[in-house]
Each structure stands twice: as structure tokens, then as C-alpha cells.
């Protein structure tokens, strides 16, 4: 760079001027001598401006600097350093660089730095004068500036405080000037707080008020980076307390490999490594020579905590460690200020987005839950309403509500817009007065607030949106409401219905047990007598004579043995253990085969029977299903006979099948009853039916009206249909006695196994 001719200076030179460079510079043929003040050591200079200013201000303002002064590949740094130096001294200094050709970002930070002018060389005539002027336009704006300010009455007031301050009576000029200089040094420096500040309050505003987290916090280190006059910044987080670090947010971060910058904030920041200590709670790190743009590159740590919890880092980068060390310098208080905003900030919005995930998990259990359960305010007033809930008071499933459909309803009345949709039409349970207490007089909201801390016990009733009223078990409670001081009413609510149903289960299969225990032992106790009777009344019959009238007694005692054995056997099968063997049938077919075997029963009794199908053959037929085909063939028997024995001579039972899509089945999970595809089958006759009171139990074992009956058959018939997943009932549908089958189809119903096809 050194070509000395480059780097002559124009006349005129000023006198007040102090000049850095190498050796032989300034020469100029124009000039009329040496200058006064040459400096060719940066420091040496330095001082001999900080002797200047403590020297009553005999100052050369304007510092013209040679490129060379500050040569080597860290010169652009030394000389940044330099000129916050030179600026630390709060004189009115002009530095101007003579350069060559340097680019415009690295001039940008000089001026950032403080420098006042920067003249490519080589310097023109014209340029030189024009910065001459320039800079004595600035020194008289200064001066009139400091004429203003010795004029205010403010300023002579502050002026003279100062003098007091500093037990100086005098008013010599010299001394009101640098009461006015340390003045204006205050000034800036409230200024620089001033902007500091401002810039705080905004980090903390826009964070705290923050909707789109990431872009404030990308903004942040935009502004911040500015600000500070660093290369780049990046924000290091972790999810959770134990959970690893990696980067958030960055701005113009060129730092190639991250693992590397987190090895070292492991190494010398969490190890608190003494050198790399700038301040408390500010570090510098050296991220190590790596290769390309990272190389010579140095950062600032700043380790974010929140209750001695390490949160993360705010990373600055900085192109090179002097351009660091004159931040640090000067930043050091605002950085540590920043750092305390940002992790308060960063652990609070953590700590609301752990408390909107905990509500919205917890949302989202209160949905899945079957109790039903409810919130209501101070005035009775919903709150919040769980599926069930809605459920129980409007008799209809809801299906897939968000959390947020049901979540608390706060305010309605003063705001219902804010009402969800699935809630806005929901009956009130105080209000609209659906529910009642079983054991409680009064308004049920009067009886459970006045309860001690709102808890009460018992069951009650809530009245469905058609009338039917479910009875419950109901549990309540107080729980603190929005407001300081507020109470607001849970209310809990367990539907009765599935545990009276498994009650009547209970004690049904209680006395199903016994039925066996007592069925086993009269199977003992009779058949082995029976067994003997019978083979007595074969020994007899050997012996009587062919065409002996008393023949007929051994007939009937023989045919009575026949019978009772019968009962045994159909008692054991009713109260046996008993699992349907399923497989693919064909219900036509069934019932054709019991219809068959019916037949010589009917022709007694001159009852016709019928078979209506959706098909009229096995391959038109829409009725197969996976059933147990035996058991189901008996069931149509027993029907069928049952139908027989009811019909009047002359009258006729008919076998019904039919496919339905929405079949009414039973439901074993809930004990009600379902809808799905299945098989129906109805057994119909023209008999004169059953007596009102009977009806419900017909299926009962051993109840019979017949002289001869058992009374097994039709409890026979319901065991099996059940165990099928099926059910079956009794009507009378106009003149006709009306026994409904229903069957549920699986996957195969409806459609013929393959390998029949293929037949
Ligand atoms: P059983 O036929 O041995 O009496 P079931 O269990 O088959 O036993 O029938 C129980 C009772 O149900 C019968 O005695 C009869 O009173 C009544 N019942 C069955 N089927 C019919 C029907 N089709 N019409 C009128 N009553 C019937």
C-alpha cells in the first residue's frame, strides 16, 4: 500500500492538526513546513490526545491518519479500537483516514467507530478542501452549540452546580469549557442510556406481547446486532430443564458448525472458565480456528438463567476480537440487562406454553372420560361442560369435539360470542333446572354450594333434553374460579343406568349359579333312579306275553322316563356353560331344515307353515351369517312348535328372514343396545298370544302355561341368540304373535363364503 507518493497531502495543511503515520509522512511539495504534531505509534498518539484534553483542551482537532498506521491484517480492528479510544476522550476530535480504496463496509464501521471523514487517496485538491471546510462547519456547529448551552439559564445553572461540585469558584472560559465538555460527555452518555434503555423496554414489550415468537426474536437479534455493532447473533435454547441445547433464532450468523459452538459454551461457560469471564454473567468465547468464514470470527455468550436454571445462550458474533472487545467494553452493562430481560421473558413463555399444553391435556382427558362433568359459576351459570356431559343432557352422541368446543364458556350473557358452536345450544343444569336431588330439598344449587367447600354426595336425577331422566350418582366440589375470591361448582355425574344393569346381571347369574349347583345334584338324584326304572320296565316287558294289555302301562312308564330324561337333559343344557361353534351358514337353509322337522306337528294340529326370505333358493339368499348352525336350527324349532301349539286349527306360522343395514342389536359394552348389520328373524302365528303380564317372562326358565311344558325352551332360545351377540323378543303385532330374532353379521353375513362360490 505504501507507494509514499500515494498518500501526499494537499495544501493547505491546518495548523491545529495531529497527523499518524509511517516514517516521512506528511511530505507535500506544496507545504510550507513540517507539522507540528506527527505520530507514528497509534498509543503513543493516544496519549498525547489524552494529555491534550486534561491539558486545558490545547487540542489539535482535526487527526488526519495514514491507512499505514494501522497496517496487518488486524488493523481494521486497532483501528476501530482506536477511534472509541480517541471518542472516550469526549473532545471535539475530527479524525480523518487516508485510505486505499478500502471497501464500504469496513469504512462503515470505522464511521461507526467515530471516524469523521475517510479520503481515498490519492486526495484531490478539491476533496482535501472540501473536508477542510466540512470539518470546520462541524467545529463552529460545536461551538454554537456550546454557546447555547452557556446561554440557557439551565445550562449557567448546571454549569455553576458543577462548579460548586468541584470547588472551583473561577469563570475563566477555560474552566466553563470544560464544565460545558463534561456536560455534553453527561449528555451522551444519558443519551446512549436513553437509546439503551428504550431498545430494553422494546425486547421486553415485543416479547412479552409476543404472537409470533420466532420473529420477535429474530427481530430482537436483528436490532441487537445493530445496535452493538456485531457481526451476527443467534439464540441458543432448550426445550426443557435437562433437555439439549440447539439454535432458536439467528440473524447474519456465519458460524459454520454449531456442534463445535456448543462443545465450547459447554467447555468455558458452563465450566466458568476464569478467562473467558468479560463480565458476570458475559463471556467470550473462541470458537477455534475452524475452517472458512468461521475462522477469526470470536462470540459473546451471554448464558440465559431463570432460577438457576440454564435456559440457554444469547450468542453475538463478532468479525474480529478487537471489533469484540470495543463492544464489550462499552456494552458490557446493556448486555447483561438484555440478558436478564431475555431469560425472563424466555422463561415465561415456556412456562405458559407448558401451561397451555397441561390445559389442553387436560381438556382432552375431561373429553374422553364417561363421567360427566360440569363447571358452573357463582350464578349457576355453565362454564365448562364435558362430552358426557353434553351427552347426558342432549340424549345424542357427540362425536369428535375439539377440547376447545367445550372448554370454559367464561362470561356468557356478557359475551356470547365467544360462546363455541357445540355449546351455544346446551340446556343449562341449573338453570334449566335438569337436575334434581334425590335427598335434598330446595334448589339443588343452593343445597350444593351451601355444603361445606361445596362437597356433596348422593344421586340424583338429570333430565334429558326428551324427558327421560337418568339417575345418578353425582359428586361436587368448590374450585377457584377467574376471578380473586370467585368459587366455582364441579359437579360430577355417573350414570347409574350400566351399573344397575350389571346388578340385575349380577344377581341373574347369582341365581344361574345356584340353578346349576341344583340342577347337577337333581340330575344325580333322578337319573340314576330313572335309569333303573327303565331297565325294570324292559326286564317286565321282556318277560310279559306278546299282546299283554299291561304292555301299555310298561309304554307309559317307559315314555314317561323318556320325558323327564328329556327335561334333565334340556334343564343341564340351560344352565350349562355355553359357546356358540361358529362358522359360515346359511339362515334359508336353517330354517327350511327346522321348518322340515316341524312339519308332522303342524299336520297334527292342521297348522300350515310358511318361509318368506329375500331369496327363494340358497344362492339367492342375502342370510348368511357366522353362527352356530345346530343351536340356531333348534332355537327355529323350538319357535316354530311354540307357534304350532298357540295357532288355531286351521291357522298358520311362518318363518320370516330378512337383511337389515341398521339392525337394533345389543350392546354388551354399554348393556343398552346398538345399531349395525344383522340378520332378523320372526317367528310369526295367529294364535291368540300371551296375557299382558306374561310377557316379560316368557324367557324365564320353567315358566310354561302348557300342562305338559317345560318351561326351558324359550330361557333355551335366549341363551343361544345371546351368545350369538344377538337378542330376542315377544310382541304381538295386530293378530299375530310376533317372537323377533335379531343376529348381527359380521364381515361374511350377507355375502357367500368363496369356496361356494367356486362350487
Ligand atoms: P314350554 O313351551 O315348554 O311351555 P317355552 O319356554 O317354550 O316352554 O314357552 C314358555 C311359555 O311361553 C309357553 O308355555 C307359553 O305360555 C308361552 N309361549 C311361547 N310361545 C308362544 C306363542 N307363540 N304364543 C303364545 N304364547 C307362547
Known sequence: MSDGRLFDVPAPWPAAALWLGPPGWPASADAAGPPAHVHRDPDAALDALRAAVADDHRLTRLLIIHQDAFAGSDGGGRLTNWLAGAGALRAPLLPVLLHGDLPAAQLVEFFRAGLFDALAVPVSRADWVNMLIRAEKQLQRRDHGRLLLETSGHT?????????????PGESPAELLRARDSLEAANRQLSDAMAE?????????ELSAASNWDEVLREILRSLTGFVGAGGAALVLRAAAGGTYSPRQTWQWNEGSWDKVLVNLQDQVDAAVAESILAPGIFRLEPGQTAGRAAGQRLIALPLEHQEVRLGYLLLLFVSPEAREAVSRRYLPFLQAVRLVLAEEIAGAQHSDRV???????????????????VTDELGQTVYCNRAGQEMLTGTAVEDTSPDDALFRVGRGRALAALPAAAAGLPELFLDARLALSAADGPPLTRLRGAPDGAWQGEGEIRRDDGVGIPV????????????????????AEDLRPARRLEAERLRTGSLQALVEMSATLAHEIRNPLAGLSAQAELLAAQLPDGDPRGR??????REVERINGTITRMLNYVRPYEPALAPCDL?????????????????????????????????????????????????????????????????????????????????????????????????????????????????????????????GLSLCRKVVSAHGGGIAAARRGDQTVFRLTLPAGATAGTRPLQEEAT
Open 356 to 374: 397451555r399444553e397441561v390445559g389442553a391435556f387436560n381438556a382432552r382427558v375431561l373429553q374422553t372420560v364417561s363421567s360427566a362433568i360440569w
Open 553 to 558: 302301562y310298561l309304554d307309559v312308564i317307559t
Open 156 to 168: 449557567r445553572e448546571t454549569l455553576r452546580r458543577l462548579r460548586q461540585e468541584l470547588g472551583e
Open 197 to 205: 434503555l428504550s431498545l430494553l423496554y422494546r425486547f421486553g414489550r
Open 473 to 492: 350418582q353425582l359428586q361436587t366440589s368448590f374450585m377457584p374460579g377467574r376471578q380473586p375470591g370467585e368459587q366455582w361448582l364441579v359437579v360430577v
Open 588 to 712: 334359508w337353509e336353517i330354517a327350511r331344515d327346522a321348518l322340515e322337522l316341524a312339519g308332522p306337528h303342524a299336520r297334527e294340529a292342521g297348522v300350515a307353515l310358511a318361509l318368506e326370505a329375500p331369496g327363494e333358493s340358497t344362492a339367492a339368499s342375502a342370510c348368511w351369517l357366522e353362527a352356530d348352525s345346530g343351536q340356531l336350527g333348534q332355537v327355529l324349532l323350538n319357535l316354530l312348535l311354540n307357534g304350532v301349539d298357540a295357532a288355531p286349527r286351521g291357522g298358520r306360522v311362518t318363518v320370516a328372514l330378512a337383511r337389515e343395514a341398521r339392525c337394533d342389536l345389543p350392546d354388551p359394552r354399554s348393556g343398552g343396545h346398538r345399531r349395525g348389520p344383522g340378520v332378523v328373524v320372526e317367528v310369526r302365528d295367529d294364535g291368540p298370544g300371551f296375557r299382558d303380564g306374561d310377557a316379560a317372562r316368557l324367557f324365564q326358565p320353567f315358566f310354561t302355561t302348557k300342562s305338559s311344558g317345560t318351561g326351558l
